[in-house]
């Protein structure tokens, strides 16, 4: 089974206490689910964030204190730990049902991909035997809808559950006198930080969208299906692992998570920041416009703000160098002027009030 624990598809903690409520008896068996929503099969690498929006709106729309299935499958037969063996799923329909079965949802729609996959229904069948003998549970397999009033787990699903949740035909068990095939190796799913901001698998932010377009205009996108985006996924670290190696890095130093000193030559010498000093970016407006073009004060934090700037459309990307010079005064006055300000308080020097403004839309803090 390709089991996907709750670390590694980045899930949110879940709500106490309720999250945490076990089963109180046996298990007969589990129930299948579907999403009845649409849904359309996408790359795997897609999976995860799919998994967190899906637990996002159970917790957020729902009200609910967790995900509220047991274990997700998605359409490439992988098993994503969902409330898992012993904490009581909140699926079923009432709190009964939700005793006496684990809940396992198939990622199928009630329109777009509404039949599941040969590698979905294997693992739906890898779930079910890990419910069955880990759990433990009862070997009854089951839909939502049995017992309970809705068309949840969708026909295709519920036909397979009614033919007794058969792996599917032409299922190629590798004999054990053969080695297993060795599986592509998983990118890396630990997070760096830089400059108070975290990179890698899971990471969330502007910083994120920052580096991935970087990595675009460098040539070093191919891995990209959708995005970039403010979600770091496998896909931002296979390609700034392509980005390391180009720079000559190789094994663990090519592992497509940013260190400092590659992050600074992608992104041309300086990195954004979480946090912000209004003086230094005073200072930086004071003295970097009558300093030789592209002269620099305090780089990370104009570069911080300038990032910021630019995706208010105030200013174009080849001024995002860290230098505060005549066109990011210009940016920033216009800032000033959308935020309400006029005469000397529109003059293009970052006073507190704008800068935090500026801030709190774009990711970082500001300090005095
Ligand atoms: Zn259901
Ligand atoms: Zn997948």
């Not at 297993?180 to 108070?196: C, E, I, K, L, N």
Request: net charge negative; glycine share 14%; hydrophobic share 30%.
């Amino acid at each position: 089974m390709q089991l996907v624990s709750r670390d590694q598809w980045g899930a949110r903690a879940w709500r106490e206490p309720n999250g945490s409520i076990p089963y109180a008896g046996a298990r007969a068996g589990v129930k299948v689910h579907y999403l009845g929503t649409r849904y359309a099969f996408d790359t795997h690498d897609t999976c995860p964030a799919y998994v967190r929006r899906l637990q996002a709106s159970h917790m957020n729309d729902d009200g609910w204190s967790d995900i509220g299935y047991s274990f997700v499958v998605c359409e490439h037969g992988f098993v994503y730990e969902g409330r898992g063996l012993n904490r009581r799923n909140s699926a079923n329909g009432d709190v009964p049902l939700n005793e006496a079965h684990y809940a396992v949802c198939g990622l199928v729609g009630s329109s777009g991909s509404t039949e599941p996959t040969p590698e979905q229904l294997n693992g739906l069948r890898d779930a079910i035997e890990y419910c069955e003998q880990q759990g433990p549970a009862g070997p009854e397999i089951k839909g939502h809808q049995d017992g309970y009033s809705t068309d949840c787990p969708g026909p295709a699903l519920y036909a397979w559950v009614r033919s007794g949740a058969p792996r599917p035909s032409g299922t190629v068990v590798t004999p054990p006198s053969q080695p297993a095939p060795q599986p592509d190796p998983t990118p890396a799913r630990y997070q760096s930080s830089v400059g108070g901001l975290s990179y890698g698998y899971g990471a969330h932010g502007p910083q994120v969208t920052i580096v991935g377009e970087a990595l675009v205009a460098a040539n070093f996108g191919s891995h990209y299906t959708q995005g970039p985006g403010p979600d770091w996924t496998d896909a931002d670290t296979l390609n700034y692992a392509d980005y390391q190696r180009s720079l000559g890095y190789s094994g663990g130093d090519a592992d497509g998570v940013p260190g400092e000193a590659s992050l600074r030559r992608l992104l041309g010498g300086a990195v954004p920041l979480a946090e912000v000093s209004k003086s230094r970016v005073v200072a930086a407006a004071r003295q970097d416009p009558d300093a030789a073009q592209g002269a620099t004060t305090y780089p990370d934090d104009v570069y911080t703000v300038e990032q910021a700037l630019r995706a208010e459309g105030l200013l174009d990307g080849q001024w995002v160098d860290g230098s505060f010079g005549t066109s990011t005064i210009d940016a920033y006055a216009a800032l000033q002027r959308r935020y309400g300000y006029s005469g000397q308080q529109a003059d293009g020097i970052p006073g507190i009030d704008s800068l935090t403004r500026l801030g709190q839309a774009h990711g970082f803090t500001v300090t005095g």
